[in-house]
C-alpha cells in the first residue's frame, strides 16, 4: 500500500522549465533519452512532474557539476 502521510505536489509544464532553467525542446530531449523524470498523465491533455522527482534531478545535476568542476 502505498504511503499516504507523504504528500507529493505536482508541478506544471511552465515550472518545471523555470525551476530547471531549460527549454521546452530540451525537456523533450532529455525525456526520451531517459535524462529526466518522464510526467505523468493528469487527464487526456494534461500532464504534470512529480516536484520530488524534479527537485532531485536538479540535486543530481548540481552534484554532478560539482564533482566534475565543470558542466554536468
Known amino acids: 500500500m502505498p504511503d499516504t502521510t507523504s504528500k507529493s ?4 509544464r511552465p515550472e518545471v522549465l523555470q525551476r530547471c532553467g ?3 525542446s530540451t525537456l ?20 504534470a512532474w512529480i516536484e520530488e522527482e524534479v527537485s532531485t534531478w536538479i540535486d543530481q545535476r548540481i552534484e554532478a557539476s560539482r564533482t566534475q568542476g565543470g558542466a554536468a
Open 28 to 47: 523533450h530531449r532529455l525525456i526520451n533519452a531517459g535524462d529526466f523524470p518522464p510526467p505523468i498523465q493528469l487527464s487526456p491533455r494534461a500532464v
Open 9 to 12: 505536489a505536482l508541478l506544471r
Open 22 to 24: 531549460i527549454s521546452n
